[in-house]
């Protein structure tokens, strides 16, 4: 799924800067016109928003624990932030920070932005696809918000993926994880999300213990 994500949004960023004109005219008119592009542009879009609903309705229990899980900002997340970009500034000398959830405080907050930047996307796409009738200022707001969301996904999206390449210090080996065979190694595991990891580690040995016990 994540790799049909990707595929998709790559497409729709790239058929967008050719709808914005940042891309080559010729680059346009070998990909069949602006026509062309723009009909691929609104059916794929389209097609995202309804797949992305469906998704989020048959795993409505996953929907409201990954919102909740976002929605958690505690006090010590701000000296957090600072912390791991010490370590990532001075691997050597500063350990990447403890933390015990799922996602660490500035993965929650850059994946909660994309999440929310996404929707703004979507929801504006589908209003300039049925194009309902309101008035022109309904209009302007909706494409503002394509426009400008979508620029913003764009960067969001670059974050994303500087950190799954795992050219950061802190995130050496997520590459296999992102774009191999979906497992992370142990040492990354360790290095990123401590808590996590600990607890799964933890979790074989208690049961080994209990089997040798009974």
């Not at 795992?166 to 997520?174: A, D, E, M, S």
Request: charged residues 15%; proline residues 5%; glycine residues 10%.
């Amino acid at each position: 799924m994540h790799g049909t994500n990707a595929v998709v949004l790559l497409t729709l960023v790239v058929t967008g800067l050719a709808l914005g004109d940042w891309l080559p005219v010729r680059w346009v008119a070998l990909a069949g016109g602006h026509d062309a592009i723009n009909g691929l542009h609104r059916v794929l879009g389209l097609a995202f928003v309804l797949a992305a609903l469906v998704v989020l309705a048959a795993l409505w229990r996953g929907t409201v624990w990954l919102a909740a899980t976002l929605a958690r900002f505690r006090r010590g997340d701000v000296r957090w932030v600072g912390a791991y970009f010490r370590a990532l500034l001075r691997p050597a000398r500063a350990p990447a920070p403890w933390h015990d959830g799922w996602f660490d405080p500035l993965e929650r907050l850059v994946l909660a932005l994309l999440l929310s930047v996404t929707v703004v996307v979507g929801v504006s796409g589908v209003y300039l696809y049925f194009l309902p009738s309101a008035p022109l200022w309904v209009f302007l707001v909706a494409i503002r918000a394509h426009v400008y969301g979508a620029w913003l996904l764009l960067a969001l999206l670059a974050v994303h993926i500087l950190a799954g390449l795992g050219v950061l210090p802190t995130h050496r080996g997520l590459a296999r994880a992102m774009f191999g065979d979906g497992t992370v190694p142990a040492a990354t595991a360790h290095r990123l999300w401590p808590g996590w990891a600990a607890r799964k580690q933890a979790a074989p040995e208690a049961d080994g213990a209990r089997e040798r016990r009974g």
